[in-house]
């Protein structure tokens, strides 16, 4: 059973479920925007990019997010997932991720944008 993010409840009264494709997604938007150390259980996941939006801007720490949140989706989504191309941009307290992926399972090659503004709620 595929969960949905964030959990929710189903009119039956059960957990809400999704589809595989859409299941996917929600765990990728986890890894990106759950810093490490957030999870009891498990302290180091996640990628920490939401903390960059407020770096200074350059070249050099685009690059350096990107390599991170592939380092990152490839660690905990490989058996799920190929990444094939990430882009990162951090405009004012914006940060939005796109993120290109091959599903393991069915080849089919999904992309999928991702933005946060930073100071409201997730």
Avoid: K
């Avoid at 498990?42 to 770096?55: E, H, I, K, M």
């Amino acid at each position: 059973m595929n969960l949905a993010y964030p959990y929710q409840s189903a009119a039956s009264g059960g957990t809400a479920a999704t589809d595989g494709a859409t299941h996917i997604r929600d765990m990728i938007e986890q890894v990106l925007f759950t810093a490490p150390g957030e999870r009891v259980m498990r302290p180091d996941f996640g990628s920490g990019t939401a903390r960059l939006v407020f770096a200074s801007n350059s070249v050099e720490l685009a690059s350096a997010t990107q390599m991170l949140i592939q380092a990152s989706l490839q660690h905990w989504l490989n058996a799920l997932i190929v990444v094939q191309t990430v882009d990162v941009v951090a405009a004012d307290a914006t940060l939005t991720i796109t993120v290109q992926y091959a599903i393991r399972a069915t080849g089919q090659v999904e992309q999928q944008t991702f933005t946060r503004r930073m100071g409201s709620a997730l």
